[in-house]
């Protein structure tokens, strides 16, 4: 007996990880928004400072390789500038001014002004590593009040959906991912449709054609409805409209208004809209990934 | 138990420096690490552990990672399987072939990643354009097998002759008490 199970104890094992794996993923897909393994929220606590001490020496070398070892010209540069120091000397009090109000910093501040929710800034220290799935790894989690549901956004527009928190991280699933759906409309026509992502850097605008609502160039945002972004959030342009006829539902390529390949601070929205409230309700519990898409999609 | 403990929190490490890597350059320029670890751990640790560091490591990247809970795991487990089989028709030890056979599973491992969303996420088309990136993934992945392979049989060869020689030491303490 005890031979017998000496041999089919491989075989076990494997079928047992194998059926075990599988009741897990169909188990994740079914919990739409149900709470997430204890050991999850530990690994991508772990996962946050972990990965922030990888990218902070390569931020390093960057940095100083962009400000000292690639200035080999810094020399003859320097000569040429000496001359104009006097004049520039008096015109760097406006320059200043004008960067604080016409930069960066104006733009937070018009953002931050302009939602009444409060804004919280947190870094990326990760992206998923996966060729099929987009989403970030941020360094602020339930202690900073962050929720599963709440819109993760940056000066230039919308990011995504905060997916999965812990003590001090949170993951974000980008609106580049496969998985993501908003309810979206054109700017200028209030042509209404779905943003998709497709995994790559881009994304598709899916809508009920009605002349020449949708045009290249078209600035696309949020529309609101779907309950999980709020209104007005911009997520990029059209770049091409692609002319099917006899399609019911025609798609446009689009650009998305964020450099998600530069991204380093976000900001997240810290209050969820009515469907991530009415999914979630009072709880604190994880997204299932799909869920984001399904309810935008109104489905 | 050593190797395999040792195995396992490597593999985790490499699923972390992974997703730091992914922040740093494109997505499909950084080594899938965390696989090269299962596949040196099919071949240096028995089928068990293998599998068991092969489960520990896919779970670690699914909880750190978007996909689903178990679709990493599920795939790591089968690339057990599948390894150990070619180890028996090829000579994974060398270099070339462990790289040949890297690229392959790389490439294996992302087609398994979109069937396995097809199956449980429903639309899930594979474009030409992403078969590239697999590629390109699988390319910049295979170089590393060697140098996975030996650090992993390194650590193994280590910690298998310490707790030898700890076994060992016992039981020559049992023998003078005797």
Redesign the interface.
């Known amino acids: 007996m005890s031979d017998f199970l000496r041999r089919i104890?491989?075989p076990l094992?494997?079928a047992a990880?194998?059926l075990?794996?599988?009741?897990?993923?169909?188990?994740?897909?079914r919990a739409g928004g149900g709470e997430?393994?204890w050991?999850?929220h530990a690994?991508?606590e772990?996962?946050a400072p972990?990965?922030?001490?990888?990218?902070r020496p390569?931020?390093f070398v960057r940095d100083t390789w962009q400000r000292y070892v690639a200035l080999v010209d810094l020399q003859a540069e320097n000569e040429a500038l000496r001359a104009r120091i006097v004049r520039l000397e008096e015109e760097s009090l406006q320059f200043r001014e004008a960067l604080v109000t016409s930069g960066q910093l104006r733009r937070i501040a018009e953002m931050r002004r302009d939602f009444e929710v409060p804004l919280l800034p947190s870094e990326?220290?990760?992206?998923?590593?996966?060729?099929?799935?987009?989403?970030l790894?941020l360094d602020r989690g339930r202690s900073a009040e962050v929720r599963s549901g709440m819109p993760v956004m940056v000066d230039q527009g919308l990011v995504g959906l905060v997916?999965a928190t812990s003590l001090h991280a949170a993951?974000a699933?980008m609106i580049l991912?496969?998985?993501s759906a908003v309810d979206a409309m054109i700017q200028r026509s209030r042509a209404r449709g779905l943003v998709r992502g497709l995994?790559?850097g881009e994304l598709e605008f899916e809508f009920m054609v009605r002349g020449d609502d949708v045009q290249e160039g078209d600035e696309v945002i949020t529309s609101g409805v779907g309950g999980v972004y709020p209104k007005g959030l911009r997520i990029g342009s059209v770049t091409e409209v692609k002319a099917d006829r006899s399609a019911l539902l025609h798609s446009a390529a689009m650009k998305p208004s964020v450099d998600f390949?530069r991204l380093e601070q976000v900001f997240v929205m810290l209050r969820r809209g009515p469907t991530m409230e009415l999914l979630f309700g009072g709880g604190d519990g994880d997204l299932a990934?799909?869920a984001p898409a399904e309810v935008a999609d109104g489905r | 138990m050593r190797p395999t403990l040792a195995l396992l929190a490597l593999g985790l490490l490499a699923v972390l420096v992974q997703g730091g890597l992914a922040h740093l350059v494109p997505g499909r320029a950084v080594p899938d690490l965390s696989l090269l670890l299962t596949l040196a751990a099919a071949l240096v640790l028995g089928a068990g552990s293998g599998l068991l560091v092969a489960a520990g490591v896919g779970l670690g990247a699914d909880m750190v990672s978007g996909t689903l809970l178990g679709q990493l795991a599920c795939l790591r487990v089968l690339e057990v399987v599948v390894t150990r089989a070619i180890a028996g028709q090829l000579d994974l030890r060398r270099g070339l072939p462990l790289a040949v056979f890297a690229f392959a599973l790389v490439f294996l491992d992302g087609i398994g990643q979109a069937a396995l969303s097809w199956l449980f996420l429903g639309e899930f088309p594979l474009q030409p354009g992403e078969l590239l990136g697999l590629g390109v993934r699988a390319a910049v992945t295979a170089p590393f097998a060697p140098f996975v392979g030996a650090v992993a049989r390194r650590i193994s060869d280590r910690l298998d002759e310490s707790e030898a020689r700890r076994e060992m030491r016992l039981d020559t303490r049992r023998s003078v008490l005797r």
């Not at chain 1, 972990?50 to 990218?55: M, R, Y």
């Not at chain 1, 990326?124 to 989403?135: E, H, K, L, N």
């Open positions: 104890r491989l094992l494997f990880l194998l075990g794996t599988l009741a897990l993923m169909l188990g994740d897909r997430r393994h050991a999850a690994l991508l772990i996962a972990v990965q922030k001490t990888i990218t390569v931020h990326v220290v990760g992206q998923d590593a996966s060729p099929w799935f987009r989403s790894l997916s993951r699933m991912d496969r998985r995994g790559t390949g990934e799909p």
